[in-house]
């Protein structure tokens, strides 16, 4: 999203990129990475005063056809790539990789973002979208979902992370 660039696979809005988790419990733990190793508190559901919400999102099939699959070795040769760029801790040259497959892009055909492991665990999965090479409707959101104490995607994202709660 806008102003966003010190993830992964951002391209310092030139353009914002889109990262969508593949399941909640990564969704939430993303969110509260930080917090890692600590007692949990109830402010670690809020951002800005407002409260930690999730929003499902849809993508369109035509959409997900150009999002090369990163975790497929096969999709890694054919775009020339090698897993130790795209897991590296130096986002630069994560950054980069990202750089590269976006210039590969048209609005047609190539690479429209990237699906590749999780840096908290390799069981979840995220997509990473351009947007400037989203369609008109390929993209679609739904209603906020807030993050209650009681979530079981809560709970397990929380066992993930090392955060008790007592």
């Known amino acids: 999203m806008p102003g ?3 993830g992964r696979f951002d391209l310092h809005d030139a353009p914002p990129v889109l990262y969508l988790a593949d399941a909640r419990e990564h969704a939430i733990a993303e969110a509260l990475s930080g917090f890692r190793g600590t007692d949990f508190r109830e402010s670690y559901l809020r951002r800005e005063r407002r409260p930690l919400a999730l929003v ?4 369109a ?4 056809a150009r999002i090369p699959d ?3 070795p096969r999709v890694l040769v ?9 897991a590296h801790h130096d986002r630069t ?3 980069s990789v990202a ?4 210039s590969r892009a048209t609005r047609d055909e190539g690479p429209a973002g990237l699906r590749w ?3 908290l665990t390799g069981a979840w999965h995220t997509t990473v979208v351009f947007t400037d090479q989203e369609r008109e409707g390929e993209v679609k959101f739904g209603e906020p979902d807030v993050i209650r104490r009681s979530d079981s995607a809560l709970l397990a994202a929380l066992a993930v992370l090392g955060i008790r709660v007592r």
């Open 78 to 86: 054919t775009l020339g790539l090698r897993p130790d760029q795209l």
């Open 61 to 64: 099939a035509s959409l997900v």
């Open 117 to 119: 492991w999780s840096a």
């Open 70 to 72: 990163c975790t497929d």
């Open 99 to 102: 750089r590269e497959l976006h």
């Open 56 to 59: 499902p999102v849809t993508l």
């Open 93 to 95: 040259l994560t950054q």
């Open 4 to 6: 966003q660039r010190v």
